[in-house]
């Protein structure tokens, strides 16, 4: 069973043929909006990818909740643990430009009141077994008190450390397992503008220091990571991306889930790598999270 304890959002979406430059305006070429938020993302993807999921946020009282939490909810993902709150439901303001790429501004609202007693209620109701799936759009010290409620459990901690903010390479180092993408890394690391063999050597050096598991995410070029002092690498799809919204959270669902099945580092990072790549070839970010039948394929 994994719990997460995140962010639950509604994803606002213009896409346009080309993102606008700061003081720029740009003409949109359509609207959508979907289910999103980090959290929920990965919750959803770690249910797709075929475990029982238990959420663990807030919503607000208004419109948006409903359509925030109904795919987790189709899915069957355990919802009990998602409080409603006075605070709007979190938003995102997203721009999906024509070549796939995207910006972001997260409003928090109802994220914001997640609290380290959250925390503790979410972790009590966890046994050994289970993994603590988190990454940081609920409050940093609710984060480190979920980290350390399930540290004196004994249960498996996997920290996505997205966003960046000022905490997060302080939190980075109390998880077990800890994924990032390449700008995460580098904070995480100390180092700025790493390449391949900058990050490599980070990635071993990060590694003795802490013992943890790390796992870099590279986009189009996989991932590496590092865990009982051997280096893993692993390559998703190629694929023209329609939207990449979500994929890195697609990647982490999978991840957790193939690892709560049992699967072994290296498949797991594989199968978490093809999923996120099929994650790119649809809008919005729930709605592309791929079923487990459909990774599975292309395996
Ligand atoms: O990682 C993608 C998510 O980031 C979006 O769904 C949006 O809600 C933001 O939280």
Redesign the pocket.
Known sequence: MITVFG?I?M?LIATTSRLPKPGETVAGNGFSTAA???GA?QALAARRAGCTVHMAGAVGRDGFAEAALALLKDAGTELGSVKKVDEPT?T?L?LVGGDGENM?A?VPGANGTVTAADADAAIAGMSKEDILMLQL?VSAPAVERALAAARAKGIRTVLNL??LIADAARLGRLADIVIANETEFELLAGVDGMDAAAREASLKRLHAETGQTLIVTLGADGVIAIRDGQIFQATGLKIEPVDT??A??TFCGYFAASLDEGLDFETALRRAAVAGSLACLKQG?QPSIPESAEVANKL
């Open positions: 962010s959002n994803d999103g938020g980090k993302n979190g995102a997203i972001i997260v759009e997205a966003p919204v979500g890195g959270d970010a």
